[in-house]
């Protein structure tokens, strides 16, 4: 663990050089948490006649089976095995990827229709895996695209499931891996943003509501923004007090401007983006325009997190604290929060910790999750 810490180290050090009198310490799980971790996977099948179903990643034109990655949850690993046994051949059903959610699972297959009784020997026991709900997912063209609007079924189960917070997810959720690292993370940005009732908090790239739950929680005007219809209907149950408007976050510009100009005491901002970063539009008018007193920023991309602070301290943002997490150990991925505030605003006494109110329901899962998990740092 020790020399991948410090590889990871070095590369943040490198990559985000310009602010390293911040840099805090990698942020770890203990050793037994660092396998078994991932419940969200993709994985590509390829059917032999011989051998049967595989289940893996591709590397240029063959798939790597990985029917018992160390890293996947064990529901995960279940899961292949009991398929490999019971999945008819692809000429009757051509599944080209398996997709986990927690304890959703999705059978993406490249077609328009499959015969009804394909999936009779699957259907026997699905829940003996550890999945709560099973989706047959027929999308003719699926590839780098996933996921269609239409040809969703419910073929065995309950169609949705809660995570370790109790969020309520589909089978589509973005599930942060280590919920209770995901916590520590949660801990630090809630800390620094101080969120009340006489604030509003803009939530970008908002997912299925786990910090819309906390900003709101707190009492603060919250507006949540997210791509995904599946994402915004659950996060729209998990933080019912919260605003959740649905599309990209260039497209929902207006709205959010006009809602700002509306608010309350100090204005926040809470984004978490995909590795590309911020779009541009949407960073010129965090730092131009809307200007919130204090921003938390969650990012997968050290290399465009880089990108964005640079451009709010050229905008007159102070960055306060860059806290990295190892989200996925055993691999070269990163997570790394980072805590800006408007210059000449007062700067943190020390480096934020804790949710600020114990009495929260966040607070409270948090605390259950750290029962179950002890974080150690590395």
Not at 32 to 49: E, M, N
Not at 65 to 92: Q, S
Request: aromatic residues 6%; hydrophobic residues 40%; glycine residues 8%.
């Amino acid at each position: 663990m020790a020399s991948s810490h410090a590889q990871k180290q070095i590369y943040l050090s490198r990559v985000l050089g310009a602010w390293s009198d911040r840099l805090q310490p990698l942020c770890g799980a203990p050793e037994p948490a660092r396998l078994g971790y991932r419940q969200r996977v993709t994985l590509t099948t390829a059917h032999d006649a011989t051998s049967g179903w595989s289940f893996g990643l591709m590397r240029r034109d063959e798939l790597i089976a990985i029917h018992d990655c160390p890293v996947h949850d064990p529901r995960v690993r279940a899961l292949v095995h009991y398929l490999t046994e019971r999945l008819p051949p692809f000429d009757v059903l051509p599944l080209a990827y398996l997709q986990v959610a927690g304890r959703q699972a999705t059978l993406i297959v490249k077609a328009r229709e499959v015969a009804t009784a394909a999936l009779d020997a699957v259907l026997d026991a699905p829940g003996s895996t550890g999945v709560e709900g099973l989706w047959l997912h027929l999308h003719p063209s699926a590839g780098r695209r996933l996921f269609a609007r239409s040809g969703w079924r419910l073929v065995w189960g309950s169609p949705e499931s809660r995570d370790e917070l109790g969020l309520v997810h589909g089978p589509t959720a973005f599930l942060q891996p280590l919920p209770a690292l995901h916590l520590e993370a949660l801990e630090a940005a809630a800390a620094h943003l101080r969120a009340c009732e006489d604030a509003s908090v803009l939530d970008l790239y908002c997912g299925h509501g786990a910090t819309l739950r906390i900003w709101a929680g707190a009492g603060a005007r919250t507006l949540g923004v997210e791509l995904s219809g599946e994402a915004v209907r659950n996060a729209a149950r998990n933080a019912p007090r919260a605003q959740v408007l649905r599309g990209a976050a260039t497209q929902r510009l207006p709205q959010i401007r006009a809602w700002w100009k509306e608010g309350r005491g100090e204005g926040l901002a809470y984004v978490n983006p995909p590795r590309s970063g911020l779009d541009g539009e949407v960073a010129q008018a965090l730092a131009q325009e809307l200007r919130p007193a204090r921003i938390a920023y969650l990012s997968c991309s050290a290399g465009t997190l880089a990108r964005d602070l640079d451009l709010l301290e050229k905008a007159g943002y102070r960055i306060d604290a860059i806290l990295p997490f190892d989200f996925f150990p055993q691999t070269h991925h990163v997570e790394t929060l980072a805590l800006a505030g408007l210059a000449g605003s007062p700067a943190p006494a020390q480096r934020p910790r804790r949710l600020p109110s114990s009495r929260s329901s966040a607070a409270r899962a948090t605390a259950s999750s750290r029962r179950r998990l002890r974080l150690t740092r590395g």
